[in-house]
């Protein structure tokens, strides 16, 4: 183990590797924690950490008195599901709850000091991507919380998911049938069809969509939440998002990969990225800071993949962003300064404690 990464994320990437490129397969149990904490030099509560992650993100499963098993099935078909109820998702949330809202201090601070550093060249107009430093500062962001590679380049800054919704379909074209999961946010439908693409609803199942589903649409285009669909709380497994990649492999296909507040996943990691993990430059990675900063701060963020940047340039890059650079210059700060992931910490650790009963 180096001492790049904590030692618990370390072993659970390793154990993950080997578990989708097919060392240990479905079915297999794999060694216990006191075997694996001897082999590997590490504590006990190391690697009760890393097989914790394990399970929840759905490579394997704990079975009382009898281990721990592989339950990610490599895609030589569709994975195959049991039917489960659909369970609601919450319905407070994070933003709303003054308990749980971004500091109005510290974003006070922060616009005083951006207002003071910038002075007069607030007033310039935003480049139609989004300011500069907007972009790098999420770059970076994704880089060091959601194991992404994105160029400042990929990245695009608009009003909201609704406008990026928008740009998607100016971008891919008219012509191309949208799948989204059933039930879903309905702005996602809404917006789709106000731009006139016809839209196929594929079933959700307490893992993800449908895996028939999917396999029988004709849509071109799949429009994803992962982490948690609203509003029937459903997280995708990690069986299920390497079926998403697995569909879009063929035919030209694309995934848009809506994140929506994912940073509060209540893991001791944020939930892997369907970008990261693809290898195919298909995804188009959407998120907002509706939910980690306010609802009030209408700034969203696409991070297309290298291959659609020329696309997106002749298509749509004619467009001004609807961002105001103070905005972005605020948000900048936020990332860069750290208050940003220290506030989405603090309310991971906040609602960990909530959930346990304990201190974490």
Same mark, same amino acid.
């Given at each position: ?58 490579? &394997? ?95 695009? &800054? ?77 997280? =995708? ?46 995804? &188009? ?39 105001? =650079? ?17 506030? &989405? ?16």
């Amino acid at each position: 183990m180096n001492n790049q990464k904590p030692a618990y994320l370390q072993l659970y990437e390793k154990i993950r590797d080997k578990i989708t490129q097919g060392v240990w397969e479905y079915g297999e149990r794999l060694p216990s924690r006191r075997e694996t904490a001897r082999e590997d030099g590490l504590s006990a509560i190391t690697v009760e950490h890393s097989y914790e992650l394990l399970c929840q993100e759905g490579y &394997i499963e704990s079975r009382p008195r009898s281990g721990y098993y592989v339950i990610y099935r490599p895609l030589d078909g569709f994975a195959q599901v049991s039917p489960r109820p659909l369970r609601p998702a919450a319905p407070a949330g994070y933003a709303s709850d003054r308990e749980n809202s971004f500091p109005f201090s510290v974003l006070a601070r922060t616009m005083r000091r951006v207002m003071t550093e910038y002075g007069e060249t607030l007033l310039n107009k935003s480049p139609n991507t989004g300011c500069d430093a907007l972009r790098q500062a999420i770059s970076r962001y994704l880089a060091r919380n959601r194991g992404m590679a994105a160029a400042p380049e990929q990245i695009v &800054i608009g009003s909201g998911a609704e406008y990026l919704y928008g740009l998607v379909v100016e971008m891919l074209g008219r012509g191309k049938v949208y799948a989204i999961e059933s039930p879903s946010y309905e702005k996602i439908e809404q917006v789709y069809r106000a731009k006139g693409v016809a839209c196929d609803l594929l079933p959700l199942e307490h893992d993800g969509i449908r895996s028939a589903a999917l396999s029988a649409t004709r849509a071109s285009v799949l429009h994803i939440t992962p982490y948690r669909s609203f509003p029937s709380g459903v997280t =995708a497994s990690a069986s299920k998002r390497r079926e998403y990649i697995h569909w879009a492999e063929d035919n030209d296909r694309f995934i848009v990969e809506d994140d929506f507040e994912s940073e509060f996943s209540l893991l001791r990691k944020p939930e892997e990225t369907v970008f990261s993990r693809s290898k195919k430059e298909n995804v &188009i990675y959407l998120n907002t800071f509706s939910r980690t900063v306010s609802p009030s701060i209408r700034v969203g963020y696409m991070v297309l993949p290298p291959r659609l940047i020329p696309l997106f340039a002749a298509a749509v890059g004619f467009y001004s962003c609807t961002v105001p =650079a103070f905005e972005q210059y605020v948000l900048a700060q936020l990332m860069d300064n750290g208050d940003f992931e220290r506030h &989405i910490n603090r309310i991971r650790r906040m609602e960990r404690k909530k959930r346990t009963g304990k201190s974490v």
